[in-house]
T-cell receptor, first 115, second 115 residues
Framework: AQSVSQHNHHVILSEAASLELGCNYS??????LFWYVQYPGQHLQLLLK??????LVKGIKGFEAEFIKSKFSFNLRKPSVQWSDTAEYFC?????????????FGDGTTLTVKP | GAVVSQHPSRVICKSGTSVKIECRSL??????MFWYRQFPKKSLMLMAT?????????EQGVEKDKFLINHASLTLSTLTVTSAHPEDSSFYIC???????????FGQGTRLTVV
């Protein structure tokens, strides 16, 4: 069975600070990896995804994530956060070949950016 | 991107009644849809996989008779919470994907409150 661990439950940053949210997964096979964002009162949106190829993935809104296979990690980064980045962030994984709609999610990280 | 729409976005019902939630893929055909439940401050928990024209596949611990899923067409899946009780109050989210190894699209979720 797959599992996803997000180490940071709640992160509070000031605007312009750099962000790194940790995500580790547990699964014996090949995986697809995702980061989703959920703004207050809104639905989940895909930030970025990794299926194969370059382990450094760039997503929307200046976010990027690096897949480190040896560490089973897929950490999310942003060099300079904005107040509008305040949201809930979820890391998710599914087995390669699985429908992308079916994923195992981490518990989420609440990001609060202070203006 | 593709659009997945859920209806209603909010519903309040009395204990003992049943509530139906619809999930529609508006601009693509989804042979498979997924239903998640999200508790406050918690991650998404996969409840079941909805297959068009066949019975849903439920995750361990999810009551089939309480959470009835029907996938009557390639664009519509419904989740019916039968004989709802206050502990069924939650945020229910569906997702769908065009095909394997692609982006998943999430509905905006349905906030169910059972009083």
């Amino acid at each position: 069975a797959q599992s996803v661990s997000q180490h940071n439950h709640h992160v509070i940053l000031s605007e312009a600070a750099s962000l790194e949210l940790g995500c580790n997964y547990s699964y014996g096979g090949t995986v697809n990896l995702f980061w989703y964002v959920q703004y207050p009162g809104q639905h989940l949106q895909l930030l970025l995804k990794y299926f194969s190829g370059d382990p450094l993935v760039k997503g929307i809104k200046g976010f990027e994530a690096e897949f480190i296979k040896s560490k089973f990690s897929f950490n999310l980064r942003k060099p300079s956060v904005q107040w509008s980045d305040t949201a809930e962030y979820f890391c998710a994984v599914n087995a390669r070949g699985t429908n992308a709609g079916k994923s195992t999610f981490g518990d989420g990280t609440t990001l609060t950016v202070k203006p | 991107g593709a659009v997945v729409s859920q209806h209603p976005s909010r519903v309040i019902c009395k204990s003992g009644t049943s509530v139906k939630i619809e999930c529609r893929s508006l601009d693509f055909q989804a042979t498979t849809m997924f239903w998640y439940r999200q508790f406050p401050k918690k991650s998404l928990m996969l409840m079941a996989t909805s297959n068009e024209g066949s019975k849903a596949t439920y995750e361990q611990g999810v009551e089939k008779d309480k959470f009835l899923i029907n996938h009557a067409s390639l664009t519509l899946s419904t989740l019916t919470v039968t004989s709802a009780h206050p502990e069924d109050s939650s945020f229910y989210i569906c997702s769908a994907s065009r095909r394997q190894n692609t982006e998943a699209f999430f509905g905006q979720g349905t906030r169910l409150t059972v009083v």
